[in-house]
């Protein structure tokens, strides 16, 4: 493994023991039994790659910080539990629109934060229906932090900010896969159990950030002709400053980049036995989402 690799896979392992050390409280979330099944497997999956490369699995200790509160939490507090049962329907959609984080909210002026946060929990209301983990009572919730907020015109409180590490190698694509339940259970942690919050923040801290992490640029990989999802594509991307950022899809086909520099990019994408492609002029900024569908053609 990279030093990177590294990195990632000691916050890997701290979140592991966090899901020990508080199993009684996480147990009882309707999400969680799936998304700690899915992050079991994959970080199996991974030991057993590890092994075969004789590399030391070390497991590392927790430590803990302060939480804090805006009218941005009330929100994002139920988006991120809808985000959670809209990935679990396969609703991408739906789960793209719930998963801001609190500075979509916070860090931007009164009359926006108001928009944005009435937007996200008129989304939350029109799919209730679907959404089973949510109930009037949180609509209600949000209906009346949002009242308050314009009433009162509470300032907003610095959030917590995000880096992420990338691998290489063929490690990596099997560290993306953690990532997607491992960032579900932290979304649940924050919805659920605010004050244990802070301690997931520190103790899957890759680098030098921590929190939920930032969702900047979603790729949907198939094939041309049949449509399939294409699982372990390669991807680089490469801003203004080297080195690139390599990530892979997912089972799902899904390659997401997450917490990057604001700035134009290219996108590379390569696949054993498929065309290259190349995808320029990328533009990725703070609070936006790119959304790109790629069809890889095969070779004949």
């Given at each position: 493994?990279?030093?990177?690799?590294?990195?990632?896979?000691?916050?890997?392992q701290r979140a592991k023991q966090f899901c020990i050390d508080h199993n009684g409280a996480l147990i009882a979330l309707e999400e969680y039994a799936a998304e700690k099944t899915n992050f079991d497997a994959e970080m199996l999956a991974l030991a057993n790659a590890l092994e075969k490369q004789g590399v030391e699995i070390v497991a590392i200790a927790a430590d803990k910080k302060v939480d804090k509160k805006t009218m941005g939490d009330a929100i994002i507090k139920y988006a991120l539990r809808g985000s959670v049962k809209a990935h679990q329907l396969g609703n991408l959609s739906l789960e793209l629109g719930l998963s801001h984080p609190v500075t979509y909210i916070t860090e931007t002026d009164d009359q926006t934060a108001i928009t944005r946060s009435t937007a996200m929990k008129k989304l939350m209301k029109d799919n209730i229906g679907i959404l089973t983990n949510l109930i009037n009572a949180n609509i209600l919730e949000m209906e009346g932090?949002?009242?308050?907020f314009t009433?009162?015109?509470?300032?907003?409180?610095?959030?917590?900010?995000?880096?992420?590490?990338?691998?290489?190698?063929?490690?990596?694509?099997?560290l993306d896969e953690i990532d997607v339940p491992r960032d579900n259970i932290g979304k649940l942690v924050h919805s659920y159990l605010p004050t244990l919050a802070d301690e997931w923040d520190r103790v899957t801290k890759v680098g030098s950030g921590t929190g939920v992490r930032h969702l900047r640029m979603i790729v949907i990989y198939t094939d041309f002709a049949t449509g399939v999802h294409l699982v372990h594509v390669h991807g680089s991307l490469a801003g203004a400053e080297p080195p690139p950022i390599i990530?892979?899809?997912?089972?799902?086909?899904?390659?997401?980049?997450?917490d990057v520099a604001n700035g134009n990019y290219i996108l590379t994408?390569?696949?054993?036995?498929?065309?290259?492609?190349?995808?320029?002029?990328i533009?990725?900024?703070?609070?936006?989402?790119?959304?790109l569908e790629i069809k890889l053609h095969k070779i004949v």
């Amino acid at each position: 493994m990279t030093d990177e690799q590294q990195l990632r896979y000691a916050a890997d392992q701290r979140a592991k023991q966090f899901c020990i050390d508080h199993n009684g409280a996480l147990i009882a979330l309707e999400e969680y039994a799936a998304e700690k099944t899915n992050f079991d497997a994959e970080m199996l999956a991974l030991a057993n790659a590890l092994e075969k490369q004789g590399v030391e699995i070390v497991a590392i200790a927790a430590d803990k910080k302060v939480d804090k509160k805006t009218m941005g939490d009330a929100i994002i507090k139920y988006a991120l539990r809808g985000s959670v049962k809209a990935h679990q329907l396969g609703n991408l959609s739906l789960e793209l629109g719930l998963s801001h984080p609190v500075t979509y909210i916070t860090e931007t002026d009164d009359q926006t934060a108001i928009t944005r946060s009435t937007a996200m929990k008129k989304l939350m209301k029109d799919n209730i229906g679907i959404l089973t983990n949510l109930i009037n009572a949180n609509i209600l919730e949000m209906e009346g932090a949002i009242t308050e907020f314009t009433n009162e015109k509470n300032k907003p409180k610095q959030a917590i900010e995000v880096k992420k590490a990338t691998g290489t190698d063929l490690i990596g694509p099997l560290l993306d896969e953690i990532d997607v339940p491992r960032d579900n259970i932290g979304k649940l942690v924050h919805s659920y159990l605010p004050t244990l919050a802070d301690e997931w923040d520190r103790v899957t801290k890759v680098g030098s950030g921590t929190g939920v992490r930032h969702l900047r640029m979603i790729v949907i990989y198939t094939d041309f002709a049949t449509g399939v999802h294409l699982v372990h594509v390669h991807g680089s991307l490469a801003g203004a400053e080297p080195p690139p950022i390599i990530k892979y899809s997912t089972k799902t086909g899904n390659l997401r980049v997450k917490d990057v520099a604001n700035g134009n990019y290219i996108l590379t994408s390569t696949f054993p036995g498929y065309t290259p492609d190349v995808q320029s002029n990328i533009g990725l900024e703070a609070d936006k989402l790119v959304r790109l569908e790629i069809k890889l053609h095969k070779i004949v």
